[in-house]
C-alpha cells in the first residue's frame, strides 16, 4: 500500500521522538510518529501488571532547560509532583548514604581503611596519570586508586559488563562533572557553593514517567498528528543522500510511505542497516560495531510498608548481580494499589542473549528473591512475585573504539539533507531525558530553517550532580 503525499515521519515514540512530534504540531504540521512498541516512552515508560506500576529505569525529572521544564509543567500540571531524594548505596553488608556523608562513610569503612583511602589519594594527587584515555585513569586521578577500587570499579563493571580500563574517560567526563574528593567531603562536612548542584528532591509524574509520555502522545494526536504502536520502520528508501520513503511493518501490513523529513531515534546499527540502497561497507562496518547494554527488571512484592525509606538502592556489592533495587512507592504512592504494601524492582544488567537475559522468568524471580534476602531487605518466605521486564539496548556503551566509530557513521549521515538522528539511541549519547528532549525540538526547528547544531547539547552543561550518578534522570546506575 502506497500513501498520498509526503509526511514528516518520527521514527521513536521517546522523550525525544515525542518532543520532536509536539514542536511540529505546535507549529502546524502533522507528523506521523512510528513507535514499534506496543506503548509509548521508549525506556522511559511505565507499564502496568495487575495494578502495580514499574518505572522502567528510575526516572527523576529535573532539569536546567528551561523550555523542557515549562513543558512538563504544562503538560502534567499537579500531577506532576515533587520527590524528596533518598538513596543509599549497599556494600559488603552496610548501607551508605548518596550523595556522600563523611560520617557514615568513616563509619562503616573504620578509620584504617579511610586513611588508606585518604594516602592512596594523596599518592594520586602528587602523582597522577599524566592522560586520561579510560574511566579507571579518570576516577582514579580524582579518588585515587583504592577509593576507585572501592566504590566504583566493582558496580560500574557490573553495569557495562566491559573493564573500567576499557570505557573511554569522555564518558565519565560527560556524566561526572565536576567531580572531586575534596569536593564531596566539603560537601558532606558543612556544604559548598557547588552543592547547589546536588538534587536533594525531583519531580516525578504520579502515576510514572510514561504519563507524561502518554499524554505528550494525546497532545500530537489532538494536533492532527499521528502515532501508530507496533510500527517498525524496517527500510529506509534513499536517493543519493535524500531520503524519499520509509517502509513500515504494521501489524500484518506493509507501508510505503513518501516522506519529506524523517527524525529518528532508532539506534545507529538499524538505521544504517535499513537504509537502502545500502551505505558504503565502511559505515555499515562500523555502525555494526557500535555496542548497547541491556538490563531487566523482576518486580518483587513485600506485604508490608514500609520496607526501607530509599527511593533506590543502588548495590555494589559483588556477591549479588543486582544492580539496583528501586522502591516504587517511594517514588509515588499511586505506583502501588495497596496501602501497606512495598512494590520493588529489582534490576539486572545484562547483554542481549547472555544468561541472565534469556533466563526463565520464574528462575529470575527466584534469584531477585534470594538477593534481597541475602541484603537483609526482606524475608525471602514473605516476598511475591511479579513481573519481568526486558529492555534491550538501554544504553549505549562507550568502548575504545566507539568514538572513532559514531564520527564516522555520523560524518556520512551528515550528508543527508533531509534525515536527522535524535535522543540517546539516535546519536549514541548517554543524554539525559531533558537533553534528549531538546535534540528532538532543535531538530524539529531545522525543519523549518533553523541551523541548530544537534552534537552540542550535552556537551559543556556543567549542572549534573557532582556526585556520580551517570543517570541521574534515566533509571539506574551510580556513575
Not at 522502567?56 to 525529572?61: A, D, I, L
Not at 538499524?270 to 555496542?291: D, Y
Request: proline share 5%.
Amino acid at each position: 500500500m502506497t500513501t498520498d503525499g509526503e509526511r514528516i515521519l518520527v521514527i521513536g515514540a521517546g522523550p525525544a521522538g515525542l518532543s520532536a512530534a509536539y514542536e511540529l504540531v505546535q507549529r502546524g504540521w502533522k507528523p506521523l510518529v512510528l513507535e514499534k512498541a506496543s506503548q509509548v516512552g521508549g525506556i522511559s515508560r511505565t507499564e502496568l501488571h495487575d495494578g502495580y506500576r514499574y518505572d522502567v529505569g528510575g526516572h527523576r525529572f529535573f532539569t536546567k532547560v528551561p523550555e523542557v521544564a515549562q513543558l512538563w509543567t504544562s503538560m502534567l500540571g499537579d500531577d506532576l509532583i515533587k520527590v524528596s531524594r533518598l538513596s543509599r548505596i549497599y556494600y559488603r553488608g552496610k548501607f551508605y548514604q548518596y550523595p556522600l556523608n563523611l560520617w557514615n562513610t568513616l563509619s562503616n569503612l573504620g578509620l584504617w581503611e579511610s586513611g588508606l583511602i585518604l594516602l592512596s589519594y594523596l599518592r594520586w594527587q602528587a602523582l597522577p596519570y599524566k592522560e586520561e584515555e579510560t574511566f579507571e585513569q579518570w576516577v582514579t586521578n580524582r579518588f585515587g586508586r583504592r577509593l576507585y577500587r572501592t566504590f566504583f570499579q566493582g558496580y560500574t563493571e557490573k553495569v557495562w559488563g566491559i573493564p573500567c580500563s576499557q570505557i573511554r574517560a569522555d564518558w565519565a567526563a560527560q556524566r561526572i562533572q565536576g567531580l572531586s574528593l575534596t569536593q564531596a567531603v566539603l560537601n558532606a562536612i558543612v556544604g559548598t557553593e557547588s552543592a547547589k548542584s546536588l538534587i536533594s528532591e525531583f519531580l516525578y509524574p504520579r502515576l510514572g514517567p510514561g504519563m507524561m509520555w502518554e499524554r505528550f502522545a494525546e497532545q500530537v494526536t489532538a494536533g492532527g498528528g499521528e502515532v501508530w504502536l507496533n510500527s517498525e520502520a524496517v527500510r529506509i528508501h534513499r536517493q543519493s543522500e535524500r531520503v524519499t520513503a520509509v517502509t513500515v511493518q504494521r501489524g500484518q501490513e506493509t507501508l510505503h510511505i513518501p516522506v519529506s523529513h524523517i527524525l529518528t531515534s532508532m539506534p545507529l546499527p538499524e538505521l544504517i542497516a535499513g537504509l537502502s540502497p545500502a551505505s558504503p561497507p565502511t559505515v555499515q562496518r562500523a555502525a555494526r560495531a557500535l555496542r548497547h547494554r541491556s538490563f531487566l527488571t523482576v518486580g518483587l512484592r513485600v506485604p508490608r510498608a514500609p520496607l526501607f525509606p530509599d527511593n533506590w538502592v543502588y548495590v555494589q556489592s559483588p556477591e549479588v548481580q543486582a544492580g539496583r533495587i528501586q522502591n516504587l512507592g517511594n517514588w509515588s504512592a499511586a505506583m502501588v494499589p495497596v496501602a501497606g504494601q512495598t512494590s520493588l524492582g529489582i534490576e539486572y544488567f545484562c547483554n542481549e542473549g547472555d544468561a541472565l537475559w534469556t533466563a526463565d522468568d520464574a528462575d529470575l524471580v527466584r534469584l531477585a528473591r534470594h538477593e534481597l534476602a541475602q541484603m537483609g531487605l526482606a524475608v525471602e518466605s514473605e516476598v511475591l512475585p511479579g513481573p519481568v521486564i526486558r529492555q534491550p539496548r538501554a544504553y549505549p556503551v562507550y568502548d575504545p573504539e566507539y568514538r572513532a566509530n559514531v564520527n564516522l557513521v555520523r560524518g556520512f549521515l551528515a550528508g543527508f539533507d533531509n534525515l536527522q538522528t535524535i535522543g540517546r539511541n539516535g546519536m549514541h549519547r548517554y543524554n539525559n531525558m531533558d537533553h534528549s528532549m531538546l535534540t528532538g525540538i532543535l531538530a524539529a526547528r531545522n525543519v523549518f530553517g533553523e541551523h541548530n547544531d544537534l552534537w552540542s547539547v550535552n556537551t559543556e552543561d556543567a549542572y549534573h550532580e557532582h556526585l556520580p550518578d551517570h543517570r541521574n534522570d534515566q533509571g539506574g546506575g551510580m556513575f
